[in-house]
């Protein structure tokens, strides 16, 4: 069953760092998103992207953030300088189509900043 | 007040119970996703839901749009089961992102 994978699967950051959370994925799908999830939070939407652009994002998403498809396989969510706040885990998600589709997850990182 | 709200928050069960988690929204949407996440943080898509009723072995999930409600039930429930089941919905004037319910923790004991 196809599958989308992300790395690394944790990862311990000094605040102030810059980090590059990556997905792959599946092949034939359009639109991909992350996602964050605060330790005892529900999950938060930070970010959509299609035909290699942002096509929504969310207050969370500010300027130390920024997504790029560098190779038209890989997506990655990188955070620029990091803060002891964004410490949680990041999923990657997928879809064929926009709406009304299935949404396909990563395993998530599990981002920990020291 | 969160668009997608939950309940119960927690739900402990007997293995071999008919088991139902709520969720109820306030927005306008055009679809609700039942996922499951794992103990240790991984999330599954159980259903995508427009209208009606789907099955999927022993999980059944069903909406009813005029009451912005959804239901998901699970029968014959079993240890391996116990999960956190989150409720997302796509609201109809955010594109296609999900928006979160908070999750019903289900332990199903032997």
């Known amino acids: 069953e196809p599958e989308v994978t992300q790395t690394p699967s944790h990862q311990v950051t000094q605040m102030g760092q810059e980090v590059i959370l990556r997905c792959v994925p599946i092949?034939?799908?359009?639109?991909f998103y992350w996602y964050r999830q605060i330790l005892g939070q529900k999950v938060e939407f930070l970010v959509s992207?299609?035909?290699?652009?942002?096509?929504?994002k969310s207050e969370i998403f500010d300027d130390q953030f920024s997504v790029e498809r560098p190779d038209g396989s890989n997506f990655t969510l990188k955070i620029r300088s990091t803060k002891l706040e964004d410490s949680a885990m990041y999923f990657c998600?997928?879809?064929?189509?926009?709406?009304?589709?299935?949404?396909?997850f990563g395993q998530g990182t599990r981002l920990t900043v020291v | 007040k969160n668009e997608v709200e939950q309940s119960p928050q927690n739900l402990t069960a007997q293995e071999g119970e008919f088991i139902t988690i709520n969720c109820s929204y306030s927005?306008?949407?055009?679809?609700l996703h039942w996922l499951q996440q794992h103990p240790g943080g991984g999330i599954v898509s159980l259903f995508m839901?427009?209208?009606g009723k789907k099955k999927h072995g022993r999980l059944i999930a069903t909406i009813n749009i005029q009451e912005k409600h959804s239901s998901l039930h699970i029968t014959a429930s079993h240890p391996r089961d116990s999960a956190v089941y989150i409720c997302?919905?796509?609201?109809?004037?955010?594109?296609?992102?999900?928006?979160f319910g908070e999750g019903t923790q289900l332990t199903v004991n032997p």
């Open positions: 839901l427009s209208s």
């Open positions: 927005v306008g949407i055009s679809a």
């Open positions: 998600a997928s879809l064929y189509r926009g709406l009304n589709t299935e949404a396909f």
């Open positions: 092949s034939n799908h359009l639109y």
């Open positions: 997302a919905v796509v609201r109809e004037t955010s594109g296609s992102r999900l928006t």
């Open positions: 992207f299609y035909n290699n652009e942002i096509s929504e």
